[in-house]
């Protein structure tokens, strides 16, 4: 069974950073797209990032794009985002995901999400 655990989220100033993680268990990341969505209230859900190790292919949402590094640690089934230059628009619940397929690297299994409070 696939499980997905985020951590690392909290409340930072606007030009901070933080690191999300996300303890994976019940498959193995070679095979599986693995990305992070987010969400915030009265907003459609966001993919912003997805990176597949099969593939060899990173992908950012351009609102992240330079801001944002998806990595992963492979020995420990961990995935990370590393999040720099925040800004409150990128205020939201965030999320892990898996998937066997790139094309639904934010559609298949997630976590409960963590969140990320930006302030101005």
Not at 19 to 26: E, I, Q, T, Y
Not at 54 to 71: H, L
Not at 106 to 118: A, D, E, S
Request: hydrophobic fraction near 30%.
């Amino acid at each position: 069974e696939v499980q997905l655990v985020e951590s690392g989220g909290g409340l930072v100033q606007a030009g901070g950073s933080l690191r999300l993680s996300c303890a994976a268990s019940g498959f193995t990341f070679d095979d599986y797209a693995l990305g992070w969505f987010r969400q915030a209230p009265g907003k459609e859900r966001e993919g912003i990032s997805c990176i597949s190790y099969r593939n060899g292919t990173i992908y950012y949402a351009d609102s992240v794009q330079g801001r944002f590094t998806i990595s992963s640690d492979n020995v420990k089934n961990t995935l990370y985002l590393q999040m720099g230059s925040l800004r409150p628009e990128d205020t939201a619940v965030y999320y892990c995901a898996a998937s066997r397929s790139w094309e639904d690297c934010w559609h298949n299994h997630r976590g409960l999400g963590t969140q990320v409070t930006v302030s101005s």
